[in-house]
Structures are given as structure tokens and as C-alpha cells.
């Protein structure tokens, strides 16, 4: 079974930082890697898609990277915002693409 | 505007009544899914649906059902709510394959 750990659990930082959060799989048998984003008492957002054949990714300040051989997946965050505050999970699906695989997410607080 | 809805966001029970969490999206996606977040555990999966009248088990089905008559709508039913499955529920949808998922906004379930 897929396992998805990412890796610190909570991460605070300085407003104007650049930041990178982990994330790595066990199985490289996968087709694409999202990131999310969630805000408290909110669903999660999609901020990235990142297909197999593709080595990055990149939306605004953001930028995903997905290296398979060794089973790891890069979030960057630019000039981090305090708005930028939030937990941020990766998610693998199965071959199939019928059940997806979640990391238990980073907590990322930004500081003014 | 293109969202899943759940209904309702908070829910407080007793053990053994029945109850139906509802979901729907207007984005016409094939893909929905019922996936349930607790502290520690991070996003598990319960049920999914690939199309109309196919739902399939995920990796935490049991004390749940579900059905997709509809398209749109892929409600979650507790045929007997038990203090176990006080936890948070998101509804999520895509069209599939390699296209991102869209989560409701979450109905936090209370079974006292």
C-alpha cells in the first residue's frame, strides 16, 4: 500500500521567506501528484497537478517537483505571506486513479 | 461558480440514528468520492464513484453506504452512527484520470 509522509508537521517562518515543503511516497508507480492547500474549518483547494512525465510545475509564487525514482515531491513557496498561512497536503493516486493516497499535511505559519 | 456543496457543515447525533450527509457538484464530473479526516490519520477514503450507479469501497467503508443515482449528487448515509465516526467528511469530485480534485467545504459529524 501507497504510504504518503510529509515531513515537518508544522513549519513557521518569517514573512519574505522562501520555503520548501516534503513530500515523499513509497510507491513510484504513480501517474501525477497533487498539492492542496487547507485553510481551518475550510475543504481542500487544489493548487497544483504535477503528471509523471513532468518535472515541475508552477502557479504565482508556487512550484512543485516531482522526482519518482526517489519517491519525493517538492512544494516552493516565494516571498512566503502570512496569507499564505495554511496546511498544505500532497495526494498520490493509485494506478488506476480510482483512490488517492494523502500525507497528513504540513502546518505552515507565516509571521508578519 | 463551480463548487461541491455539502450539507449540512455541522451535525450532531446520537448513536444509532440514522442519518445522510448530501453532496453535489455542478462541474458534471464523472469522479466523486467520500473521504473522512481525524487527527493523526490525516484524509482516509471511504467510498468512491467512478460514474452513475458505480460506487466501489475505499480504504474505510465500513458503517458507511452510499449511491449515485444521480451525476451530480453522491450522498453519504450512517445507516447507524456510532461514536467512532465523529470525525470531519469531505465530498470530492473530478472528471478523473489527471485532472485535480474539488472538495466541499466539510460537514463535522458529532455522534454522541
Known amino acids: 500500500k501507497q504510504e504518503v509522509t510529509q515531513i515537518p508537521a508544522a513549519l513557521s517562518v518569517p514573512e519574505g521567506e522562501n520555503l520548501v515543503l516534503n513530500c515523499s511516497f513509497t510507491?513510484?508507480?504513480?501517474?501525477?501528484l497533487q498539492w492542496f492547500r487547507q485553510d481551518p474549518g475550510k475543504g481542500l483547494t487544489s493548487l497544483l497537478l504535477?503528471?509523471?512525465?513532468?518535472r515541475e510545475q508552477t502557479s504565482g509564487r508556487l512550484n512543485a517537483s516531482l522526482d519518482k525514482s526517489s519517491g519525493r515531491s517538492t512544494l516552493y513557496i516565494a516571498a512566503s505571506q502570512p496569507g499564505d498561512s495554511a496546511t498544505y497536503l500532497c495526494?498520490?493516486?493509485?494506478?488506476?486513479?480510482?483512490?488517492?493516497?494523502f500525507g497528513t499535511g504540513t502546518s505552515l505559519t507565516v509571521i508578519p | 461558480e463551480a463548487q461541491v456543496t455539502q450539507n449540512p457543515r455541522y451535525l450532531i447525533t446520537v448513536t444509532g440514528k440514522k442519518l445522510t450527509v448530501t453532496c453535489s457538484q455542478n462541474?458534471?464530473?464523472?469522479?466523486m468520492s467520500w473521504y473522512r479526516q481525524d487527527p493523526g490519520l490525516g484524509l482516509r477514503q471511504i467510498y468512491y464513484?467512478?460514474?452513475?450507479?458505480?460506487?466501489d469501497k475505499g480504504d474505510v467503508p465500513e458503517g458507511y453506504k452510499v449511491s449515485r443515482k444521480e451525476k451530480r449528487n453522491f450522498p453519504l448515509i450512517l445507516e447507524s452512527p456510532s461514536p467512532n465516526q465523529t470525525s470531519l467528511y469531505f465530498c470530492?469530485?473530478?472528471?478523473?484520470?489527471?485532472?485535480?480534485?474539488?472538495f466541499g467545504n466539510g460537514t463535522r459529524l458529532t455522534v454522541t
Open positions: 504535477i503528471q509523471s512525465s513532468q
Open positions: 495526494a498520490v493516486p493509485r494506478p488506476t486513479g480510482n483512490q488517492f493516497y
Open positions: 510507491d513510484s508507480a504513480i501517474y501525477n
Open positions: 464513484s467512478m460514474n452513475v450507479e458505480v460506487t
Open positions: 470530492a469530485s473530478s472528471f478523473g484520470g489527471n485532472s485535480p480534485l474539488h
Open positions: 462541474m458534471n464530473h464523472e469522479y
